[in-house]
T-cell receptor, first 114, second 110 residues
Framework: EAQVTQNPRYLITVTGKKLTVTCSQNMNHEYMSWYRQDPGLGLRQIYYSMNVEVTDKGDVPEGYKVSRKEKRNFPLILESPSPNQTSLYFC?????????????FGQGTRLTVV | GENVEQHPSTLSVQEGDSAVIKCTYSDSASNYFPWYKQELGKRPQLIIDIRSNVGEKKDQRIAVTLNKTAKHFSLHITETQPEDSAVYFCAARVDYKLSFGAGTTVTVRA
């Protein structure tokens, strides 16, 4: 089954404790991205990757890191989480980052930083 | 960067009536405009999309229109049903960046 898988689904952590949210897709998609969803703000892009070893900042990259060492994986790293990073996070992938290609979303990760 | 504004933020319609959601975008280079539906507790899923060289697209009860000159696009849902209740997001893509509107919560009253 074609899918985007995120882990964990739920995470509660403390300020400053490094964490990684994993994202994996099995559709051989070139393009992957991370979004955060906050009430009243919609989905805001954090980082995206056009292909292996190629990443770029989205609209809200501060406090986040990503890597794309393999085509299928695109982990999101919070090296020193803060309470304002409490949010619902979605990973998405698409065949390419341009043109009219559908973005497939993971099931989401609800992160709480206390 | 691209700025996408979406209105209204909430919309309540009687079952069987039509629902219209409107979005505007700022970057004239945007060339792809998808609409996503997100049911409560679920992931966003694509329901319809339109390219910048197309003015209108229809899929059963859902249609999208695009006015490039005015830089706005709209989602039309006809004969609404209870299962249409969800949050709807518009988006616009320029280069590799996909920017979303803030969302519209649609409630269909039985």
């Amino acid at each position: 089954e074609a899918q985007v898988t995120q882990n964990p689904r739920y995470l509660i952590t403390v300020t400053g404790k490094k964490l990684t949210v994993t994202c994996s897709q099995n559709m051989n998609h070139e393009y992957m991205s991370w979004y955060r969803q906050d009430p009243g703000l919609g989905l805001r892009q954090i980082y995206y990757s056009m292909n292996v070893e190629v990443t770029d900042k989205g609209d809200v990259p501060e406090g986040y890191k990503v890597s794309r060492k393999e085509k299928r994986n695109f982990p999101l790293i919070l090296e020193s989480p803060s309470p304002n990073q409490t949010s619902l996070y979605f990973c998405a992938s698409s065949f390419s980052g341009t043109g009219n290609t559908e973005a497939f979303f993971g099931q989401g990760t609800r992160l709480t930083v206390v | 960067g691209e700025n996408v504004e979406q209105h209204p933020s909430t919309l309540s319609v009687q079952e069987g009536d039509s629902a219209v959601i409107k979005c505007t975008y700022s970057d004239s280079a945007s060339n792809y405009f998808p609409w996503y539906k997100q049911e409560l507790g679920k992931r966003p899923q694509l329901i319809i999309d339109i390219r910048s060289n197309v003015g209108e697209k229809k899929d059963q009860r859902i249609a999208v229109t695009l006015n490039k000159t005015a830089k706005h696009f709209s989602l039309h849902i006809t004969e609404t049903q209870p299962e249409d209740s969800a949050v709807y997001f518009c988006a616009a893509r320029v280069d590799y960046k996909l920017s979303f509107g803030a969302g519209t919560t649609v409630t269909v009253r039985a």
